[in-house]
């Protein structure tokens, strides 16, 4: 029986020679050669050898291994994504760093960075990620495109891209970035993986700017720049909460209106970052080296002090960094990928994910091209998802910029926002899920009421921060994997590969909405306690609450229908009671 792989190799669209005079043709031209454009040759060539791919980069060979692209830091389904899908697991393994999870330091207490509080692992997570050497990476993925069979013209800029209606082919000019004539190919499909320059999305005023305008600036140092080291070794309860060097985590210092990165890298070198909301600090006060220093003497001053004798190895800025699109992938067989369509924001360290997502459409597309079946409403689907996924991780991270620094508020909130990735959205990455409009339509329906729950927390944490004391002492130390054992049974149950078998990541997002809810109840009734005593008295028997309704405004609890909940009540003592310990923890 012929298989669906069959078909659509069998109806691929055929280019007879001489049909485009002389112009060379490709079934597809992956214009950029960076992170998003390497990992999709790579991916297509592992499954379709009989694909015909262009790869034209302006960089040569060889790239710098470290002092080259900020996005370091993977998380989980963006390790899955390179490990498992590209086959580069070996590679990651041996050439970089395994990374020891996200970690928080919350307030800012100058006097002592022991005070501060602290969100982040005692030991390393068992789904592997990892602190990746761009450079390094990037050189592997080149050389393991071409030994795939794509061709890569290296020194090459793309000069022009003119997209061709009606299934005509696609036609791409470009030259050697050093001169020379210019060189044209037609191609089936075009991707455009170049990055910040954007070149379809501008071409086609598809530009959709974040709501809060963010900036950036980074620099690379020889050496390990080591948070342990900010705290006197005499302070043993503090060092024995990790089992390992806190250096091997994305480490963020957390300010108002700020963070900091400190990330390490392979061969003893730390990327060492500053990420902004302008509103709170103008890009003019750290947009050059000299600045970033006097920035951070005045914000992060234990930073400063132990760069000393680390020499610096590049300084780099970006303002207005983060930004979306109206549309991505289109039925004119084009699509945008990585930083070329949309770019959220570093703090979660979801660069590697979005990548993953826009690839695994863009193969959808042309399979289905091929097997003359792409219609309208898949792409407009595939766009509704992955700019919708990126919109909300948008806003969730950048509504907090305000108040990053307190400790109090943002433990609930990181916990919220790593329920709502580990329970909804990477289960259907591993599930492949996502890539099925029936089985996704399933999925949607069953987190609607999470969605709407979303928008309320969101202004709910918001409106917490402004009416609460910030101070970091609020919270001395949490584990999110062991002192939050629901936490972790949510990430246990989700992040496995589950391909085939949408009935298994229909029943885990099901349950995952289950914890969700509740974990909603118990986050609104600790910040009512914090900043409504007089009304914590009408939660005292724990009512089942309508979580479309939570707000920290009273006066419209009745009106909103706060106690008409929609679903089946449930207790919530087991959840709330992980919940509370978290702030009254002390440090072991």
């Known amino acids: ?124 997570l068992p789904a592997k990620t990892f602190q990746i050497s761009r450079g390094r990476l990037e050189n592997r993925l080149r050389e393991l495109v071409v030994e795939g069979g794509a061709r890569l013209e290296e020194g090459c800029s793309v000069e022009d891209v003119q997209i061709a209606a009606a299934g005509a082919l696609h036609e791409v000019s470009y030259r050697k970035v050093d001169g020379g004539a210019e060189s044209r190919v037609k191609a089936r499909w075009v991707v455009d993986a170049m990055g910040r320059r954007r070149f379809l999305q501008k071409k086609f005023d598809l530009k959709k700017d974040n709501r809060r305008p963010l900036n950036a600036a980074w620099f690379r140092v020889e050496g390990a720049v080591e948070v342990d080291h900010f705290v006197a070794g005499g302070d043993t309860p503090w060092h024995q909460r990790v089992t390992d060097r806190r250096w091997y985590s994305t480490n963020h210092l957390m300010g108002p209106g700020y963070w900091v990165w400190l990330i390490p890298l392979a061969d003893d070198k730390t990327s060492v970052g500053i990420v902004a909301a302008d509103d709170h600090h103008p890009f003019a006060e750290y947009n050059t080296f000299e600045k970033a220093m006097s920035w951070l003497e005045r914000n992060e001053p234990e930073v400063v002090k132990f760069l000393a004798g680390h020499p610096t190895l590049d300084f780099k800025k970006l303002r207005g960094y983060s930004y979306s699109s109206w549309k991505v992938f289109s039925t004119d067989r084009w699509t945008c990928v990585g930083e070329a369509g949309l770019f959220i924001d570093p703090y979660y360290s979801v660069g590697t994910n979005m990548i993953g997502f826009s690839n695994r459409f863009t193969e959808k597309m042309i399979e289905l091209d091929f097997a003359g079946a792409l219609r309208e409403d898949f792409v407009d689907f595939a766009n509704r998802y992955y700019l919708s996924l990126n919109d909300t991780l948008a806003a969730s991270i950048q509504s907090a910029y305000s108040y990053l620094n307190n400790g109090r508020v943002m433990v609930s909130k990181t916990i919220w926002d790593f329920y709502v990735g580990w329970g909804l959205s990477d289960p259907q990455f591993y599930g492949e899920t996502f890539l099925d409009p029936k089985v996704s339509s399933v999925v949607s329906s069953l987190v609607a009421p999470v969605v709407v729950a979303q928008e309320k927390m969101l202004r709910l944490f918001e409106e917490w921060a402004k009416r609460t004391d910030g101070d970091a002492a609020a919270v001395k130390y949490v584990d999110y994997f062991d002192h939050v054992p629901t936490l972790r049974d949510i990430f246990v149950k989700n992040l496995q590969v589950s391909k085939g078998n949408p009935n298994s990541v229909i029943n885990r997002v099901r349950e995952s909405v289950d914890r969700i809810e509740e974990l909603a109840q118990v986050i609104f009734l600790l910040a009512v306690e914090d900043v409504l005593p007089d009304q914590a008295h009408l939660f005292s028997a724990r009512p089942w609450l309508n979580i479309s309704a939570l707000s920290l405004n009273s006066d419209q609890w009745e009106k909103d229908g706060l106690f008409r909940p929609l679903t089946k009540p449930r207790s919530v003592k087991p959840l709330e009671e992980e919940i509370r310990r978290l702030y009254c923890t002390a440090a072991p």
């Open 1 to 124: 029986m012929a298989t669906l792989e069959d078909s659509m190799h069998q109806q691929k669209p055929s280019i007879e020679p001489g049909e485009t005079g002389e112009h060379e043709t490709f079934d597809v031209v992956i214009c950029g050669g960076g992170l998003a454009g390497l990992c999709l040759a790579r991916q297509l060539r592992l499954n379709h050898e009989d694909w015909s791919i262009l790869v034209l980069d302006r960089m040569e060979r060889p790239l710098p291994e470290a002092e080259f692209k900020v996005g370091e830091s993977t998380i989980e389904v963006g390790a899955y994504y390179l490990a498992t899908i590209l086959g580069l697991r070996d590679h990651l393994d041996n050439g970089h760093l395994e990374k020891f999870g996200l970690r928080y330091f919350y307030g800012n207490d100058r006097s002592e960075f022991g005070r501060r509080g602290e969100f982040g692992l005692r030991t390393f």
